[in-house]
């Protein structure tokens, strides 16, 4: 081929940014990849940026164990065959879920959500619930999203997709401002708009690791009621709580069905296997007047997207559930009592090095979840991500990657789920090291 045709096709196939959709270019989806950028150009950096599972629990060998489980599952409490648990396994399945059953035992059993099996969809991962009840709320350009800021990044990056602005709400003190909330669905329909609902994260949200008191959550329903609005509940860090009795989650509180409940196994099984959940018991009525659960007109919008989540790694999780008498509290016991230790060796570790900073510095103490929230007197941006992994050898995230505009700028979060002890020690007495530098110089 000619060195001028090479040319001519190259040009030929030149695509313009400005001729496809807004996504691809959108600071939201970047912020990821810029991330995972950072920890591959400094690989020997210890990184207390990604809220990853500890990897020291990850076990080859349960997989089988627990298909097997599910297998005899399958047989005793479906009556299945061996044919058909083999075709359950490994054939195409239904869009919905083939282990719905075992999650709305588990929920019954660890957060007090009484729900059928049919009321809830089980996806590739909490990220493709998000964005299926993202894509059936938004109808048109009036349709608008709020979240608590700073914002789970997923959420942003899926309203993205399906062109959907996505509304700040003022965080605070109780996980949420409701005065804000309330004023600002308020201002969004003087202006046109309609506020479908409201994303919220109230167990040691990410990133801010706030969490609601008892107050607050029952606040914010009766505000949900009056408002006319949905909320958007995720629940990934909940099970990682400090011990004793947890709060219960909103959903297990929602008398109205206002709540849209997500949830993962990604940090209570293994990520790997790409399995979440949405529980969406809200009653849609077609244009025949026929009544059907949300749920199910979700898995209409799923069966053209990812056609169903794989049933083999259902199996996995389903087969973990059962093993521990369906509950994931009592699957995790070890995983919780390790993150609490290394959260709280976070917290000593800040109050030793740099205590001597107050007021300067600062920082949040949640009782549980993998995140602390640093504040600092210096611009804590993607450039000082870059410098502290050159000079000091640790990795973080800049809290500005988790607000649409303009926030968090003097704020970094600090991951202490996914290293050793020693590690997290090493890791800890080197952004202090860096704090400490930036903060004298």
Same mark, same amino acid.
């Given at each position: 081929?000619?060195?001028?045709?090479?040319?001519?096709?190259?040009?030929?196939?030149?695509?313009?940014?400005?001729?496809?959709?807004? $996504?691809? #270019?959108?600071?939201?989806?970047?912020?990821?990849?810029?991330?995972?950028?950072?920890?591959?150009?400094?690989?020997?950096?210890?990184?207390?940026?990604?809220?990853?599972?500890? %990897?020291?629990?990850?076990?080859?060998?349960?997989?089988?164990?627990?298909?097997?489980?599910?297998?005899?599952?399958?047989?005793?409490?479906?009556?299945?065959?061996?044919?058909?648990?083999?075709?359950?396994?490994?054939?195409?399945?239904?869009?919905?879920?083939?282990?719905?059953?075992?999650?709305?035992?588990?929920?019954?059993?660890?957060?007090?959500?009484?729900?059928?099996?049919?009321?809830?969809?089980?996806?590739?991962?909490?990220?493709?619930?998000?964005?299926?009840?993202?894509?059936?709320?938004?109808?048109?350009?009036?349709?608008?999203?709020?979240?608590?800021?700073?914002? +789970?990044?997923?959420?942003?990056?899926?309203?993205?997709?399906?062109?959907?602005?996505?509304?700040?709400?003022?965080?605070?003190?109780?996980?949420?401002?409701? #005065?804000?909330?309330?004023?600002?669905?308020?201002?969004?329909?003087?202006?046109?708009?309609?506020?479908?609902?409201? +994303?919220?994260?109230?167990?040691?949200?990410?990133?801010?690791?706030?969490?609601?008191?008892?107050?607050?959550?029952?606040?914010?329903?009766?505000?949900?009621?009056? %408002? #006319?609005?949905?909320?958007?509940?995720?629940?990934?860090?909940?099970?990682?709580?400090?011990?004793?009795?947890?709060?219960?989650?909103?959903?297990?509180?929602?008398?109205?069905?206002?709540?849209?409940?997500?949830?993962?196994?990604?940090?209570?099984?293994?990520?790997?296997?790409?399995?979440?959940?949405?529980?969406?018991?809200?009653?849609?009525?077609?244009?025949? =007047?026929?009544?059907?659960?949300?749920?199910?007109?979700?898995?209409?919008?799923?069966?053209?997207?990812?056609?169903?989540? $794989?049933?083999?790694?259902?199996?996995?999780?389903?087969?973990?559930?059962?093993?521990?008498?369906?509950?994931?509290?009592?699957?995790?016991?070890?995983?919780?009592?390790?993150?609490?230790?290394?959260?709280?060796?976070?917290?000593?570790?800040?109050?030793?090095?740099?205590?001597?900073?107050?007021?300067?510095?600062?920082?949040?103490?949640?009782?549980?979840?993998?995140?602390?929230?640093?504040?600092?007197?210096?611009?804590?941006?993607?450039?000082?991500?870059?410098?502290?992994?050159?000079?000091?050898?640790?990795?973080?995230?800049?809290?500005?990657?988790?607000?649409?505009?303009?926030?968090?700028?003097?704020?970094?979060?600090?991951?202490?789920? =996914?290293?050793?002890?020693?590690?997290?020690?090493?890791?800890?007495?080197?952004?202090?090291? +860096?704090?400490?530098?930036?903060?004298?110089?």
């Amino acid at each position: 081929m000619s060195t001028r045709t090479s040319t001519a096709r190259a040009e030929h196939q030149e695509l313009r940014i400005s001729e496809l959709h807004g $996504s691809l #270019d959108d600071p939201a989806l970047r912020s990821m990849d810029f991330l995972n950028e950072v920890a591959e150009s400094y690989p020997t950096a210890i990184s207390l940026a990604a809220g990853r599972p500890s %990897e020291q629990f990850f076990d080859v060998d349960s997989v089988g164990e627990h298909l097997q489980t599910f297998q005899q599952y399958l047989a005793d409490v479906r009556g299945f065959d061996h044919a058909r648990i083999t075709r359950t396994l490994f054939q195409y399945g239904a869009a919905s879920g083939v282990i719905n059953d075992v999650v709305a035992k588990h929920l019954s059993i660890d957060e007090g959500i009484e729900v059928e099996p049919a009321d809830l969809v089980v996806t590739v991962g909490c990220q493709e619930a998000i964005f299926l009840v993202a894509r059936a709320l938004r109808t048109d350009d009036r349709d608008v999203l709020l979240a608590v800021a700073p914002t +789970y990044v997923g959420l942003t990056g899926a309203a993205r997709l399906v062109d959907m602005p996505v509304i700040p709400v003022a965080g605070g003190p109780r996980g949420v401002d409701l #005065d804000d909330l309330v004023s600002t669905v308020r201002r969004c329909r003087r202006e046109g708009n309609r506020p479908r609902a409201c +994303y919220v994260m109230p167990d040691f949200a990410n990133p801010a690791a706030a969490s609601m008191d008892l107050d607050t959550r029952t606040d914010l329903l009766r505000m949900a009621e009056d %408002e #006319d609005i949905l909320l958007l509940e995720d629940n990934p860090y909940g099970h990682f709580h400090g011990g004793g009795a947890r709060l219960p989650v909103l959903k297990a509180m929602d008398g109205e069905r206002r709540v849209i409940y997500f949830g993962s196994f990604a940090k209570t099984v293994m990520p790997g296997a790409r399995v979440g959940y949405v529980v969406a018991d809200q009653t849609v009525v077609n244009s025949q =007047g026929k009544h059907a659960p949300l749920a199910r007109h979700l898995a209409s919008v799923k069966s053209m997207l990812t056609v169903n989540t $794989s049933p083999v790694a259902q199996g996995v999780v389903a087969g973990k559930l059962v093993s521990h008498g369906f509950s994931l509290a009592a699957a995790n016991e070890r995983e919780r009592s390790f993150y609490q230790d290394n959260l709280r060796l976070v917290l000593s570790r800040l109050d030793e090095r740099l205590s001597e900073h107050n007021p300067q510095v600062s920082w949040n103490t949640p009782s549980g979840g993998f995140f602390v929230v640093l504040t600092v007197p210096f611009v804590a941006d993607d450039a000082e991500l870059v410098r502290c992994a050159e000079e000091f050898g640790v990795l973080w995230t800049p809290m500005s990657h988790f607000y649409d505009s303009r926030g968090g700028e003097r704020q970094l979060r600090i991951s202490c789920s =996914g290293v050793s002890v020693p590690d997290l020690t090493d890791g800890l007495d080197r952004l202090c090291r +860096y704090v400490s530098t930036r903060v004298n110089s």
